[in-house]
């Protein structure tokens, strides 16, 4: 990673990882339809209103701080996106899920995950939230009321899994949804359920723990 000249207008464009293997699959399967902007490296906690020079100057170190050059690893960049809100918004939108953690005790317990929206009246009620569970060897992901509106195509927030997880995670979109446990023969198995507002951004991470299996065994005497 490096820093960009922040004193002139630099255009950085990259393929991730990601977008390079599908590029190799194909020219029909690599087509950019969609593009998002992010403030990942901007520090507001510069923001200085009692700066001696006056209100110009307030967000002065803001303005002056180093632009970090573009990263192929998308699980690293690109994490908070920029939103459109209401001009009237005071308050950023915020998502909460009842539960930080859940432990199923066996293959087939199931727990509903219902999104929330707080701070924003009607946030996230036309295109609902993007669930991405880390490791579908843990759990079932279902959709519990699903999205109808046909402009939802998919999420347009990046996973935020690395390449060991990503070919085992699952993602779903939807206003609710429903976690299924597998059956784990061998251990407990955790996995992280990142829960992601499709209009207002922010998110939620809830632990799913599935525990190991119980045999039942039976004793007599011989």
């Not at 000249?5 to 990882?17: F, P, R």
């Not at 690599?30 to 200085?48: P, R, W």
């Not at 180093?66 to 939108?93: C, F, G, H, N």
Request: glycine share 8%.
């Amino acid at each position: 990673m490096g820093y960009l000249d922040n004193t002139s207008i630099t255009v950085d464009a990259i393929l991730t990882k990601k977008g390079r293997e599908i590029l190799a699959k194909g020219a029909d399967d690599f087509k950019i339809t969609q593009f998002a902007l992010a403030d990942d490296e901007v520090d507001y906690g510069l923001y200085n209103p009692a700066h001696s020079l006056g209100t110009n100057f307030y967000g002065i170190a803001i303005d002056n701080m180093p632009l970090i050059e573009a990263i192929p690893d998308e699980t690293q960049t690109m994490k908070y996106k920029l939103v459109s809100l209401r001009k009237s918004t005071t308050r950023i939108p915020v998502i909460t899920v009842p539960q930080s953690s859940v432990t199923l005790v066996a293959g087939g317990d199931a727990v509903d995950i219902k999104p929330n929206t707080s701070n924003f009246e009607g946030g996230n009620s036309t295109l609902g939230y993007t669930a991405i569970l880390s490791n579908s060897d843990v759990a079932f992901l279902e959709v519990a009321t699903p999205v109808k509106s046909l402009l939802m195509q998919g999420a347009t927030i990046p996973t935020f899994v690395g390449d060991d997880e990503s070919a085992q995670s699952v993602t779903a979109v939807g206003f609710s949804f429903r976690v299924v446990a597998k059956n784990q023969p061998i251990e407990n198995k955790t996995a992280t359920l990142t829960i992601i507002g499709n209009e207002t951004g922010g998110r939620a991470s809830v632990t799913v723990t599935v525990n190991k299996q119980q045999v039942a065994t039976s004793g007599g005497d011989l």
